[in-house]
């Protein structure tokens, strides 16, 4: 039975620490398959979030990463097993820089977010004056949601979106590939909510392209 690394002892511990108003960390754990990094990351929300301050749950998110995306994770390396390992994810709102160790590519350890100083002046500079408390810009940064996004949907035509349509867009996997596959297909009308919620039931161009294989047309 294969054992994950014995950092994660530490888990259940760091993970139950509360969070400050200057301090977000947690945990994660990993996985390596084919060139890609399962990743996912586990922390709490302060009581100052957008939640309500008695709300005493945990934030977790999953996402798979090309591995040249999370820098100081050696390539092509499938089985990496490393007593102690640093990689670091850098987005427009900040860098999670992640400590641990793996074995045979599953990897587990604590990681800490270090907000980027202009994020938030560039922010304001695109219309977007909403208050960005620490906790928040983390969220935007494990999304990667910045100025970069901002621009290629505006570029697509979706302009006027606030921070949440923003951010629930990106986390649900709406990226900019994904709009032009789809629009490049005719569906150029779309609005940016039903990307979404076709992107939530599995519509990929792939499938709209078998699709029209077999006589459906798009508008």
């Known amino acids: 039975m294969y054992a994950l690394p014995a950092v994660l002892v530490l888990v259940p511990a760091v993970a139950g620490r509360a969070q400050t108003g200057t301090d977000i960390h947690g945990t994660w754990t990993a996985e390596i398959r084919a060139g890609k990094v399962f990743l996912q990351v586990r922390t709490t929300a302060p009581p100052d979030s957008t939640r309500s301050g008695n709300w005493n749950g945990d934030w977790n998110m999953g996402q798979s990463f090309p591995i040249d995306e999370l820098s100081g994770l050696p390539a092509n390396n499938d089985q990496l097993t490393a007593a102690s390992v640093r990689f670091d994810l850098r987005r427009e709102a900040g860098t999670l820089s992640f400590d641990g160790s793996f074995r045979e590519g599953r990897g587990a350890g604590l990681f800490t977010f270090a907000p980027r100083d202009a994020y938030v002046g560039e922010m304001k500079s695109l219309g977007y004056t909403d208050d960005l408390p620490l906790w928040r810009r983390y969220q935007l940064a494990v999304h990667d949601v910045g100025p970069r996004y901002i621009r290629e949907l505006k570029s697509e035509g979706f302009d006027k979106l606030t921070l949440d349509e923003i951010q629930r867009a ?6 900019i590939e ?3 596959g789809i629009k490049a297909l005719g ?3 779309a609005s940016l909510d039903t990307l979404v919620r076709t992107r939530d039931h599995g519509v990929t161009p792939d499938y709209v392209k078998a699709m029209k294989a077999e006589g459906y047309g798009g508008t």
């Open 170 to 175: 990106k986390s649900h996997g709406v990226d």
């Open 178 to 180: 994904y709009i032009r």
């Open 187 to 189: 569906f150029r009308t």
